[in-house]
């Protein structure tokens, strides 16, 4: 059965907590007493706002700025994370860049800082924070990647395939640490109603078997669910209304 205390006190760095998945996630670990590193890119005011929120309501949270892009952001931010909270248990990388565009219109540019934002700052991220997670015996590693990733998506080429490699990331991962009580899992959403939805939610609703698209909290309740079970490890769990069943 999932442990219910296992996030109790934890403290949970949350990438991409401005937007609509990352700020649920945020508010769900705050209900279980995770202390919450709200990191953001360039959106602060939601970000402080959503700090605020949990530590109005008797929690522990602080907003911290983070560029992704830069081979250095995820290092300074797990070392201001863990100067200022402690260290880190829980890592989710959330955020991503993505661009609706035609194949023909990417060039090597445009792919790789796709690939430096969705698939290098989440590894550079897993790199700095697993030593210590190994050390103490307890890690959670959760990877937000996308149902583009099984299905191409109707974002871009560069997209699908940095969400792809996401997966492959975590099969590595999670097969060096799952011995030291550390699990390494992703999540791949379908559409979910946020700003980063690609199209009129309408439309998009047609293209899953319920009819609908998804709502933030529901992705956060399979987030929550996977990072209580300590014995769900190397797993890419799909929420997407069954557009890819499998």
Do not use: W
Request: glycine share 10%.
């Amino acid at each position: 059965m999932p442990d219910e205390s296992a996030l109790t006190e934890r403290i949970a760095l949350v990438t991409g907590a401005s937007g609509g998945i990352g700020s649920a996630v945020c508010r769900r670990l705050a209900r279980e007493t995770a202390k919450i590193a709200v990191v953001y890119g360039r959106n602060a005011e939601p970000a402080e706002a959503l700090a605020a929120e949990i530590v109005a309501e008797g929690g522990t949270a602080q907003a911290f700025a983070s560029e992704m892009a830069d081979p250095s952001g995820p290092d300074r931010l797990i070392d201001e994370v863990e100067a200022t909270l402690g260290p880190v248990d829980i890592l989710i990388a959330n955020h991503g860049h993505a661009r609706s565009a035609r194949y023909q219109d990417i060039d090597a540019a445009a792919f790789d800082q796709t690939l430096a934002v969705n698939l290098r700052a989440p590894f550079l991220l897993a790199r700095r924070a697993l030593p210590g997670m190994v050390e103490r015996g307890f890690g959670r590693v959760l990877f937000i990647s996308s149902v583009a990733a099984f299905r191409g998506g109707v974002v871009g080429p560069d997209y699908a395939s940095s969400k792809a490699g996401l997966h492959g990331l975590a099969h590595f991962l999670a097969s060096r640490v799952g011995a030291h009580g550390v699990t390494v899992n992703v999540l791949a959403p379908g559409f979910i109603q946020t700003a980063m939805l690609p199209g009129d939610p309408q439309q998009l609703a047609k293209a899953t078997p319920l009819g609908r698209v998804g709502r933030p909290e529901e992705v956060a309740d399979l987030a929550l669910a996977m990072l209580r079970n300590g014995y769900i490890n190397s797993q890419v769990f799909s929420i997407d209304g069954g557009m890819y069943p499998r």
